[in-house]
């Protein structure tokens, strides 16, 4: 409860784990850091003091830090996040350590009474002519709605670095209408994240928690453009790679083995690296 607690209180950045290929190796972490708090100047600091290692990540080529920086808190998710405190106090720092590789989300709620009354306030607007969208902006989730992505941008950018110094992974699967990984809202969805992180490309796109929906739905080729969605988004330009998640290990086969070499680049899995939980060893 404490904890709990505290997790209200003080919002921390979510971590994640780069694990290396090799079975055996654990994720080594700099021993002093923990004890050696930075100087000032290198918290404020807009280059990597390259402190974590960096590992390559699968076949992309990308060399990701041995931590990332999980930005679900950005989004208010375990307590509200103030835009100073996040650029600086978050993602500024965390840059200055050596994190180069960021994750965010548009992870919303989903909840059908919710869905008809923002349809229907969407077709007033529109006929009004106002632009909201009652969608991005009502709607909260693991990642504040569409906060986290919407944050994360004002922080990349307060960064003042080359685009080539940071990787970006995002995601799509969950809307306030529910689950869907229909080609369309695949496609729809790479060009919202885009326009709310002001990126031209994201580093890596996830097809996220993929066990709520239908796996069919997941590796279907979009018929009418005799492609799949995931290479199409690449040839696009807009994402690097493409990635799916979730947490049950036996749906990456099913995935993997019904799907064109090379469709599916980056898999992200959780929970199955801890002491109660091996599976990855």
């Known amino acids: 409860k404490l904890w709990l607690l505290l997790r209200q209180q003080i919002p ?21 850091r923990a004890h050696t708090p930075p100087a000032p100047s ?62 965010t989300s548009p992870y919303v709620k989903s909840n059908p009474i ?3 009354c923002l349809n229907f306030l969407d077709c007033v607007l529109d006929m009004m002519k106002v632009r909201f969208d009652p969608f991005d902006d009502v709607c909260g989730g693991y990642y504040g709605g569409t906060l986290s992505e919407k944050v994360l941008e004002k922080c990349l950018k307060a960064l003042e670095v080359p685009r080539s110094e940071y990787i970006v992974a995002t995601k799509c699967g969950l809307y306030v209408e529910g689950f869907d990984f229909s080609s369309e809202r695949v496609i729809r969805s790479i060009g919202e994240s885009l326009a709310r992180l002001q990126l031209d490309y994201v580093d890596i796109f996830h097809c996220h928690d993929i066990e709520f929906a239908s796996l069919d ?20 330009g807009k994402a690097r790679f493409i990635g799916i998640t979730g947490l049950p290990l036996n749906i990456f086969t099913y995935v993997l083995d019904r799907v064109s070499p090379g469709t599916v680049d980056v898999i992200l899995s959780y929970c199955h690296y801890s002491i109660n939980d091996s599976a990855l060893e």
């Not at 694990?19 to 080594?28: A, E, F, H, L, V």
């Not at 453009?225 to 988004?233: H, K, V």
């Open 42 to 103: 290198a918290i404020m600091s807009s280059s990597p003091a390259a402190t974590l290692e960096l590992r390559e990540l699968g076949n992309t080529g990308l060399k990701v830090s041995c931590i990332g920086f999980g930005a679900s808190p950005l989004g208010n998710v375990f307590g509200p996040v103030s835009d100073d405190d996040a650029v600086a106090a978050a993602v500024r720092e965390a840059f200055s350590l050596g994190i180069n590789f960021f994750d």
């Open 12 to 32: 921390l950045p979510s971590v994640t784990f780069c694990i290396p290929s090799t079975p055996n190796r654990k994720p080594q972490l700099n021993p002093n």
């Open 217 to 236: 739905q997941v590796i279907a080729y979009d018929s009418k453009r005799d492609n799949s969605c995931a290479l199409e988004i690449k040839k696009s």
């Open 114 to 116: 919710l869905v008809c």
